[in-house]
């Protein structure tokens, strides 16, 4: 299951669908998490130290999906 469904229900629907396609895009270097640049590159930079939940300098996938779940999403973007 990918970590950007958010309901849980097996399908990604159109929110889910653009929050993994941004972080694809930011994700520059392929390597499945976004450094500072890369996270600035998709969303605000001082919200990076929200979405970096474990504090090691990335956001990974998981931290993505769950920061846009507790942002965006909750004010309807």
């Not at 629907?13 to 994700?27: K, M, P, S």
């Not at 590159?41 to 990335?58: H, I, Q, S």
Request: hydrophobic share 30%.
């Amino acid at each position: 299951m990918s970590a950007f469904d958010g309901d849980r229900n097996g399908i990604l629907d159109g929110r889910e669908q653009l929050d993994r396609i941004e972080q694809n895009v930011a994700d520059v270097n392929r390597d499945g998490a976004l450094n500072t640049n890369e996270f600035s590159r998709v969303e605000d930079p001082r919200k990076f130290a929200m979405y970096d939940t474990n504090r090691d300098g990335l956001v990974d996938n998981p931290e993505y999906a769950q920061g846009e779940r507790a942002t965006e999403h909750q004010y309807g973007f």
